[in-house]
């Protein structure tokens, strides 16, 4: 049974900082895509990174704009998003995400193969 479930959330003041944590289980981890969404009430999910299996290939949203950091350790099945100069448009639900539909795959193919979820972990940045 696959399971992603996210850590690290919390309270930051603008400017400030914050690293999230994801441990997967149930799935070879180093096989697969792995990905930071977020949601705000009121608007739809929204990409915020993802890096491929081998670690080689990432992506970020367009509002990231050189703030955040994804990272993964395929030795301990954890993968990780850097926070930086946060401002409060980024208070969301931010979730973890693993895209199982394709191996070994480095190549990036969007946002929408992703199909296993944690359950989430709250940011809110305050100004």
């Known amino acids: 049974q696959v399971q992603v479930k996210e850590s690290g959330g919390g309270s930051a003041q603008a400017g400030g900082s914050l690293r999230l944590s994801c441990a997967a289980s149930g799935v070879i981890y180093r096989r697969y895509y792995m990905g930071w969404f977020r949601q705000t009430p009121g608007k739809d999910l929204e990409g915020v990174a993802g890096i491929s299996p081998d670690g080689g290939t990432t992506v970020y949203g367009d509002f990231v704009k050189g703030r955040f950091t994804i990272s993964r350790t395929n030795a301990n099945n954890t993968l990780y998003l850097q926070m930086n100069s946060l401002n409060p448009d980024d208070t969301a639900m931010y979730f973890c995400?693993?895209?199982?539909?394709?191996?070994?795959?480095?190549?990036?193919?969007?946002?929408?193969?992703?199909?296993?979820w944690g359950r989430g972990t709250r940011v809110t940045v305050s100004s």
């Open positions: 995400a693993l895209d199982s539909t394709r191996e070994y795959e480095n190549t990036w193919s969007g946002w929408e193969s992703f199909d296993y």
